[in-house]
């Protein structure tokens, strides 16, 4: 199964259940560089050896991915490039979660400004968001993606028998996302949709096809993220970044993209004093597949000081997407801080052991 998304950018999309797929790929080089993580560097072991036997293979493994997608990795990667004379003709393949593809990509990006790039993410998240779309980064001090190029890979493998049911449970936010971006592009029942992901690897293949092909209907139209279109794929990441960052990265991301489009939700309702009509998938979300209780302490200072850094702020102090009363999908900007507070305790009080402090 193969087919282009984006032709301007020539990205060969693989999305298979066979990982003997993987080696058909057609890769042309004399060096490869693989950059995993400790995880996956045991679980794929196997595949990672069997792939592409004619290289000469290297391996930079990272311990701690996600708390690892830093400036100091990324300068570790480069000199590990230079120090085995990678040249621009070689590969660079990220194996692993959306942490790893983010911080090798990058790596790729910026060595000899740019070596080849093949992406093999491992999780169903990175599947459906992290891997394509040509956002590579990392994070500075505890803000999410502050740093970042844009380029997109060259080959893309998605194997959707890589993970298993917890890693599903872990892409349900990013899902959701798309749930409500294009909600007909998905079968009525959201929910089932969701839960038969867990067992079956041709909706599996289905499901990633098409939150890549949403995915890339948004890049096309706003490569760059310039023009107020792809910012959309950002719904609910205000606050998903927000409470990754509070909770010094305790928090996945995708629990936090799951908390962050409630908080939204959560907001709309208060802001616009209605229901909108995307509350409901959202509940069902939190209550029926994943219910979120995470055993950690934040505050709304750290909370407020992630939101004002948001990259979609541009000169404002904070940015949502709110959902208004008939369920449009508005960016709101400048929302009073005391009530950004009054949803933050909300949030805690019903999914994070947040104690309110004593005043
Ligand atoms: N660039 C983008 O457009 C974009 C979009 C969405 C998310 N992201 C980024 O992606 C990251 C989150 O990615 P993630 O959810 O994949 O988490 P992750 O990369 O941090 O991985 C989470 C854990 O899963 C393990 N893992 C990886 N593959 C596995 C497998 N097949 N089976 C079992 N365990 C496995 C990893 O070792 C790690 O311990 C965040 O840093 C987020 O900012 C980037």
Redesign the pocket.
């Known amino acids: 199964m193969k087919f282009e998304i984006i032709k301007k950018e020539k990205t060969l999309i693989k999305i298979s259940d066979k990982l003997s797929d993987l080696y058909s790929m057609p890769i042309k080089s004399d060096k490869i560089l693989f950059v995993t993580?400790r995880?996956?560097f045991k679980?794929f072991k196997d595949i990672i050896e069997k792939a592409g036997t004619e290289f000469s293979k290297k391996y930079f493994i990272l311990t701690l991915?996600?708390k690892e997608?830093n400036l100091k990795s990324l300068k570790k990667i480069l000199l590990f490039l230079l120090k085995n004379n990678f040249s621009r003709t070689d590969f660079v393949i990220p194996f692993?979660?959306?942490?790893?593809?983010?911080i090798a990509a990058l790596a790729a990006s910026l060595y000899m400004r740019g070596i080849n790039l093949f992406m093999i993410p491992?999780?169903f998240?990175?599947q459906i968001?992290?891997a394509f779309?040509g956002?590579?980064?990392a994070d500075l001090g505890k803000y999410?993606?502050m740093i970042g190029v844009f380029r997109q890979p060259d080959y893309l493998f998605c194997g959707v028998s890589?993970?298993?049911e917890q890693?599903i449970k872990?892409g349900y936010g990013?899902l959701l996302k798309y749930f409500i971006l294009k909600p007909s592009n998905f079968p009525k029942n959201k929910v089932s949709f969701a839960l038969s992901l867990k067992k079956d690897l041709k909706a599996r293949i289905k499901c990633v096809k098409e939150c890549l092909k949403i995915k890339a209907q948004f890049v096309k139209a706003d490569p760059l993220d310039l023009q107020g279109i792809r910012e959309y794929l950002n719904l609910g990441h205000t606050a998903a970044h927000a409470f990754e960052s509070a909770s010094l990265k305790n928090i996945?991301?995708?629990e936090a993209v799951l908390l962050g489009l409630k908080y939204e939700y959560l907001l709309s309702k208060e802001i616009f004093k209605k229901n909108p009509p995307q509350g409901a998938v959202i509940e069902n979300f939190l209550t029926l597949l994943s219910p979120i209780k995470i055993n950690s302490r934040l505050n709304f200072r750290d909370f407020i000081k992630a939101v004002r850094k948001d990259k979609k702020n541009k000169g404002k102090k904070n940015t949502f997407f709110l959902f208004s009363p008939k369920g449009e999908i508005l960016k709101m900007s400048g929302i009073n801080e005391r009530i950004l507070d009054k949803i933050f305790r909300r949030i805690c009080d019903e999914h994070i052991g947040y104690k309110r402090p004593q005043s």
Do not use: P, Q, R
């Open positions: 993580d995880t996956c679980k991915s996600e997608k692993g979660g959306g942490s790893v593809c983010d491992t999780t998240l990175s968001d992290a779309g956002k590579n980064g999410k993606n890589f993970y298993g890693e872990n990013e996945s991301h995708g």
